[in-house]
């Protein structure tokens, strides 16, 4: 039976509202397992850029005055709502990205638990009392939200890595306007929704999809936008930090990894190839802090090895939506055309 189901229509989020984009143009989200388009989403220009961050600016200069207390309610808010509605977002992270259900609906728990977290750890933003050199005189820090901030967060993990954008911006008191990639838009704006019934006033934070160059280079080039957060590659990674010096904006970044798995020989290599298949594995080996070499001690290689194959073998591949699924499909078909190229060589 196909899991698709009829294609719809989802815009950008501008200053509260829902909106087409200015070009008219629209991007296809795909389902790996089925190369089935389930969605359409509109394609955000420069402008549309642009005027999300005009509307985030707007709106900083009421939400930094509001406490964090209230702050706070909203994303607790937030957190709650997305646990009412995990089944359903898990649901299409799956159809959108390819990970097993299970996988799905423990992201979107984990990333309620994010804005939880926020929320009160935004009540903690204590300054300092510095000691002073002069009686006359008293020495205090006072922390202030930085401004607008930039959110550009890859495919693979498309709730958690904006969750960690969008939630610490919000208990600062920043705001913010949020990139998805492409692929992966839809469970996003699910998290979107959950911010609006929240009660987020609006311009506080905006969605846009569309080319990932426009966007980034409207970042960058646009002085009200204060800080980037930004997920992905090393290579635009750099890219970023050379734009951002002629502003001085700040930046999060986190790039790619290359993780090494080693094995000494005191350890247990049942436990340990158990724990290794598992992990390279986990999302088809699309996280960024995957095993992508081992290095087993050769005192222990063997069982290690016997054991990492039978475990490999009783993984169950399929679509995500399938129930005993630990192995979905790839996230597009470029990804899986280089990876069959690694083995090929190999």
């Known amino acids: ?10 815009q950008l989020y501008i200053d509260g509202q829902w909106l087409d984009s200015s070009s008219g143009k629209k991007i296809g989200v795909e389902n ?13 220009t420069r402008e549309d850029c642009k005027r999300a961050i005009a509307a985030a600016s707007e709106a900083m200069k009421t939400w930094m005055k509001q406490t964090p207390y209230d702050r706070a309610k909203v994303l607790k ?6 646990r009412e509605r995990a089944d359903g977002l898990a649901r299409t992270m799956t159809m ?19 804005f939880e977290w926020f929320a009160e750890e935004g009540k903690r933003m204590y300054g300092q009392v510095i000691p002073q050199s002069n009686n006359a005189k008293r020495h205090l820090t006072i922390k202030h939200p930085v401004g607008v901030v930039g959110a550009i ?3 693979n993990f498309p709730i958690t890595l904006q969750a960690r954008k969008i939630a610490p911006a919000l208990a600062a008191g920043c705001t913010i306007v949020c990139k998805p990639a492409s692929q992966t838009p839809l469970c996003l704006i699910g998290v979107f929704e959950c911010l609006i019934e929240a009660g987020l ?10 080319s990932a160059s426009d966007i980034s280079d409207e970042f960058m080039a646009n002085a009200a936008v204060r800080k980037i957060s930004f997920t992905g590659s090393t290579a635009v990674g750099k890219q970023l930090m050379k734009q951002a010096a002629d502003q001085v904006k700040r930046l999060s970044l986190e790039l790619g990894g290359h993780a090494p798995f080693i094995v000494f020989p005191d350890a247990d290599p049942e436990v340990v190839a158990k724990a290794a298949v598992l992990g390279k594995f986990r999302n088809n080996g699309q996280v960024c802090i995957s ?3 081992f290095f087993v001690h050769k005192d222990i290689e063997k069982k290690f090895t016997e054991v990492a194959v039978e475990e490999a073998r009783k993984l169950k591949m399929g679509n995500g939506l399938e129930e005993g699924v630990v192995v979905g499909p790839m996230f597009e ?9 690694l083995i090929d060589d190999a």
């Open 1 to 10: 039976m196909s899991s698709a189901v009829p294609v719809q229509h989802r």
């Open 32 to 44: 790996p397992a089925t190369e089935e388009i389930i969605a359409e989403v509109s394609s955000g």
């Open 77 to 82: 808010k937030t957190a709650d709502l997305m």
């Open 96 to 114: 959108e990205q390819g990970k097993p259900l299970a996988e799905a609906k423990g992201e979107v728990m984990h990333s309620a638990d994010t």
């Open 153 to 155: 967060g890859p495919w």
């Open 201 to 210: 006033p609006k311009g506080v934070a905006n969605l846009i999809m569309g």
């Open 291 to 293: 095993p992508s070499r």
């Open 333 to 341: 078909k470029k990804a899986m055309d280089g990876t069959q190229a």
